[in-house]
């Protein structure tokens, strides 16, 4: 059975810091394609930063410079390191896997930027 468990959300003031952890298991992690997405209310669903199963990393221009996406294939996890958070960054924020065809998500965990 596959499972992506998020955890690091809460509220956080303007201009802090926080650290996103994706645990996942039931499938060969070091294969899979990892992602956060995020969602604010009213909104569609975007892609914030994405690392390919070699490493390779891309970021939405919005967050660019200010978050990181990085992967401990040994742990099967997956981290979104925010720094400089602003209120519209405020958002439900989901794990994603994928390889092909295969496309797994996590519940998500909010974050919160306000003072």
């Known amino acids: 059975q596959v499972q992506l468990v998020e955890s690091g959300g809460g509220l956080v003031q303007p201009g802090g810091s926080l650290r996103l952890s994706c645990a996942a298991s039931?499938?060969?992690?070091?294969?899979?394609?990892m992602a956060w997405y995020r969602q604010a209310p009213g909104k569609q669903r975007e892609l914030v930063a994405g690392i390919s199963s070699i490493g390779i990393t891309n970021y939405a221009d919005s967050v660019k410079g200010r978050f990181t996406i990085s992967r401990d294939n040994a742990k099967k996890a997956v981290y979104l390191q925010m720094n400089s958070l602003k209120p519209e960054d405020t958002a439900v924020y989901y794990c994603?896997?994928?390889?092909?065809?295969?496309?797994?998500w996590g519940q998500g965990t909010q974050v919160t930027v306000s003072s």
């Open positions: 039931g499938t060969i992690f070091r294969l899979y394609s």
């Open positions: 994603n896997q994928k390889l092909q065809n295969l496309d797994y």
